[in-house]
Antibody, heavy 119, light 110 residues
Framework: EVQVEESGGGLVQPGGSLRLSCAAS????????MHWVRQAPGKGLVWVSR????????NYADSVEGRFTISRDNAKNTLYLQMNSLRAEDTAVYYC????????????WGQGTLVTVSS | QSALTQPASVSGSPGQSITISCTGT?????????VSWYQQYPGKAPKLIIY???NRPSGVSNRFSGSKSGNTASLTISGLQAEDEADYYC??????????FGGGTKLTVL
């Protein structure tokens, strides 16, 4: 069974840092592009970042460029999101998402981890 | 990276068909056949229901269908059922090698 499970969320002060992890299982992790998508409380989905299969290509939303870094460890079947210089507007549930092979569809979503940026 | 435009809400009666639009630009929706649709229930993770404009993942009801014309993609749900009441989001690949989501549409089954 395909599973992706996020961890690492929590309460952090503005300007602080946090690293999210996403443990993948039930599929060949190294064969899939992966994304992070976030959703502020009561709001819509917002794309954050993506990474290719070997970690050599990454893309970011303008709102997080230069502050967030996506990475992966295929040996550990784990995706990461390093978040620095956090702002109140970064408060959201962060989802780790698998890309369906051969397409652009985001086919498996974790349950999300909540990041709250507040003093 | 402006969000794709979706109606905030749509409604329909059981058995009816409804269509949700998703409007972008030639740099996203109109430029690529990489539009997907997601269904999300309150407090739950989104679920992929349509990918690459009109393809359905296995296990998704054939009452869901997708299409695209120019810069606007559409999701049609036929034979509306009470269980279809949820939020629906579109997304698209963009020329900046990023993704963009729509603002979401709340479907109410009357």
């Amino acid at each position: 069974e395909v599973q992706v499970e996020e961890s690492g969320g929590g309460l952090v002060q503005p300007g602080g840092s946090l690293r999210l992890s996403c443990a993948a299982s039930g599929f060949t992790f190294s064969s899939h592009w992966m994304h992070w998508v976030r959703q502020a409380p009561g709001k819509g989905l917002v794309w954050v970042s993506r990474i290719n299969t070997d970690g050599t290509t990454t893309n970011y939303a303008d709102s997080v460029e230069g502050r967030f870094t996506i990475s992966r460890d295929n040996a550990k079947n784990t995706l990461y999101l390093q978040m620095n210089s956090l702002r109140a507007e970064d408060t959201a549930v962060y989802y780790c998402v698998r890309v369906r092979q051969g397409s652009a569809g985001l086919d498996y979503w974790g349950q999300g981890t909540l990041v709250t940026v507040s003093s | 990276q402006s969000a794709l435009t979706q109606p905030a809400s749509v409604s329909g009666s059981p058995g009816q068909s409804i269509t949700i639009s998703c409007t972008g630009t030639s740099s996203d929706v109109g430029g690529y056949n990489y539009v997907s649709w997601y269904q999300q229930y309150p407090g739950k993770a989104p679920k992929l229901i349509i990918y690459d404009v009109y393809n359905r993942p296995s296990g998704v009801s054939n009452r869901f269908s997708g299409s695209k014309s120019g810069n606007t993609a559409s999701l049609t749900i036929s034979g509306l059922q009470a269980e279809d009441e949820a939020d629906y989001y579109c997304d698209s690949y963009t020329s900046s090698r990023t993704w963009v989501f729509g603002g979401g549409t709340k479907l109410t089954v009357l």
